[in-house]
């Protein structure tokens, strides 16, 4: 059998072992990367320095390229029909700091990535960002990752597709800056606002359409998959004429954590699609979707949660004194969680699928599958990936 970097850079005719074949027919049969165009930029991430890059064309796709080593700034990436980022680690150095709920100073970064796709192109635009490794050596605060296109509101064939595949990541925490308006500015090197609002993923970039997310380990305090409408399109949920956008999860393990370090002592959001009852009575939302677990459907959407925890209700939760979620809260069975409403609008649920909730969650993604061995940095091993069939491996 042909070695994974040996299938890298083979041909079109890529042999495709027994196991990752049998994937064919499972929910990784999704997460196949988009036929890049012929026409690729290759952008090198240096390890130490933050890149923007800004004049991408719609005709024209983007290989983001981490670092062989840790990459320790952001990058900031736009104008592009599609994205991609496969492999790599990424611990952010800090560029600045806040004072935390607890009175003392904290390090992070306003994001990792910032990847907004084109406004104009010559098919759906996409974001395809898969094989992560994310640490926080040096950091305490931070997005991970701003996703969004630059299409306005009406513009539905320009919303992008995102795709997220195996990756795992340590924990980054968040809180609201009126926690920390008592101290009063923080010295020089500072930052200000809601930079401490610490999301896995949100869409300050702009609007998305459909989410395909798999094999994913994170570890996370704060909000973890934002999913709301956001305020990036004035809270508009995508209505094309294809359809509703939906969000869709397959083997995703969230571990919720608490930072008592910091002062934050309340319970964190994993999964928000749905910010309250009136939003979501007037059809303002993006529906979810929770796969497995069994069979072609892998295993599942599970919680680990914190020690002595027993009311899972609130990691579904958007936690914001602004707006109230009683109709539309889940409902908990034992150790699931599951949306039972029968008067969704429009007969679209918020929510589909369950929720498992447990101490000993399976194993979603290894270290062995994402990382810096997995790199891909150059256009021929992109097209490797694409035709080889890299995502079931």
């Given at each position: 059998?042909?070695?994974?970097?040996?299938?890298?850079?083979?041909?079109a005719?890529?042999?495709i072992?027994?196991?990752?074949?049998?994937?064919?027919?499972?929910?990784?049969?999704?997460?196949r990367?988009?036929?890049?165009?012929?026409?690729?930029?290759?952008?090198?991430?240096?390890?130490?320095?933050?890149?923007t890059?800004?004049?991408?064309?719609?005709?024209?796709d983007?290989?983001?390229?981490?670092?062989?080593?840790?990459?320790?700034?952001?990058?900031?990436?736009?104008?592009?029909?599609g994205?991609?980022?496969?492999g790599?680690?990424?611990?952010?150095?800090?560029?600045?700091?806040?004072?935390?709920?607890a009175?003392?100073?904290?390090?992070?970064?306003?994001?990792?990535?910032?990847?907004?796709?084109?406004?104009?192109?010559?098919?759906?635009?996409?974001?395809?960002?898969?094989?992560?490794?994310?640490l926080?050596?040096?950091?305490?605060?931070?997005?991970f990752?701003?996703?969004?296109?630059?299409?306005?509101?009406?513009?539905?064939?320009?919303?992008?597709?995102?795709?997220?595949h195996?990756?795992?990541?340590?924990?980054?925490?968040?809180?609201?800056?009126?926690?920390?308006?008592?101290?009063?500015?923080?010295?020089?090197?500072?930052?200000?606002?809601?930079?401490?609002?610490?999301?896995?993923?949100?869409?300050?970039p702009?609007?998305?359409?459909?989410?395909?997310?798999?094999?994913?380990?994170?570890?996370?305090?704060?909000?973890?998959?934002?999913?709301?409408?956001?305020?990036?399109?004035?809270?508009?949920?995508?209505?094309?004429?294809?359809?509703?956008?939906?969000?869709?999860?397959?083997?995703?393990?969230?571990?919720?954590?608490?930072?008592?370090?910091?002062?934050?002592?309340?319970?964190?959001?994993?999964?928000?699609?749905?910010?309250?009852?009136?939003?979501t009575?007037?059809?303002?939302?993006?529906?979810?979707?929770f796969?497995?677990?069994?069979?072609?459907?892998?295993?599942?959407?599970?919680?680990?949660?914190?020690?002595?925890?027993?009311?899972?209700?609130p990691?579904?939760?958007?936690?914001?004194?602004?707006?109230?979620?009683?109709?539309?809260?889940p409902?908990?069975?034992?150790?699931?969680?599951?949306?039972?409403?029968?008067?969704?609008?429009?007969?679209?649920?918020?929510?589909?699928?369950?929720?498992?909730?447990?101490?000993?969650?399976?194993?979603?993604?290894?270290?062995?599958?994402?990382g810096?061995?997995?790199?891909?940095?150059?256009?021929?091993?992109?097209?490797?990936?694409?035709?080889?069939?890299?995502?079931?491996?």
């Open positions: 059998m042909l070695s994974r970097r040996g299938m890298l850079i083979g041909s005719g890529l042999a072992s027994r196991p990752a074949a049998a994937n064919h027919l499972s929910w990784r049969r999704f997460f990367i988009p036929k890049p165009l012929a026409k690729l930029r290759i952008i090198n991430v240096p390890p130490n320095h933050n890149i890059v800004t004049d991408g064309h719609g005709d024209e983007a290989l983001v390229v981490l670092p062989s080593t840790p990459m320790t700034g952001w990058a900031k990436i736009t104008g592009f029909r994205i991609y980022c496969i790599g680690v990424v611990d952010p150095a800090g560029e600045a700091w806040m004072y935390t709920p009175g003392t100073l904290a390090w992070g970064v306003g994001h990792s990535f910032w990847f907004q796709t084109a406004a104009q192109a010559v098919t759906r635009p996409f974001v395809y960002m898969a094989r992560l490794r994310a926080s050596s040096h950091i305490v605060y931070g997005d990752a701003r996703i969004g296109g630059a299409a306005p509101v009406g513009a539905w064939t320009m919303w992008p597709d995102v795709w997220r195996m990756m795992i990541v340590d924990p980054r925490y968040g809180w609201d800056k009126s926690r920390t308006e008592q101290f009063g500015e923080p010295p020089a090197p500072a930052h200000h606002g809601d930079i401490s609002h610490t999301d896995f993923i949100k869409q300050d702009g609007g998305t359409r459909h989410w395909y997310t798999g094999a994913i380990n994170c570890t996370w305090n704060f909000q973890q998959e934002f999913a709301p409408p956001p305020w990036s399109v004035d809270f508009h949920e995508y209505r094309g004429t294809d359809g509703r956008a939906i969000r869709r999860y397959w083997d995703y393990v969230a571990v919720p954590v608490r930072g008592p370090q910091y002062g934050l002592l309340g319970i964190p959001t994993a999964f928000t699609s749905i910010r309250d009852d009136t939003t009575y007037a059809g303002k939302y993006d529906p979810m979707e796969h497995g677990p069994g069979g072609l459907e892998g295993k599942g959407v599970w919680i680990k949660p914190e020690t002595g925890v027993t009311d899972f209700r990691y579904v939760m958007l936690k914001d004194p602004n707006f109230s979620l009683v109709h539309f809260a409902s908990q069975t034992g150790n699931q969680l599951s949306w039972p409403q029968t008067d969704w609008p429009e007969g679209v649920p918020g929510y589909s699928g369950v929720i498992q909730v447990s101490d000993t969650p399976p194993t979603v993604a290894t270290e062995s599958k994402v810096l061995a997995w790199r891909v940095t150059s256009k021929e091993q992109l097209m490797a990936y694409y035709t080889g069939y890299q995502q079931l491996l």
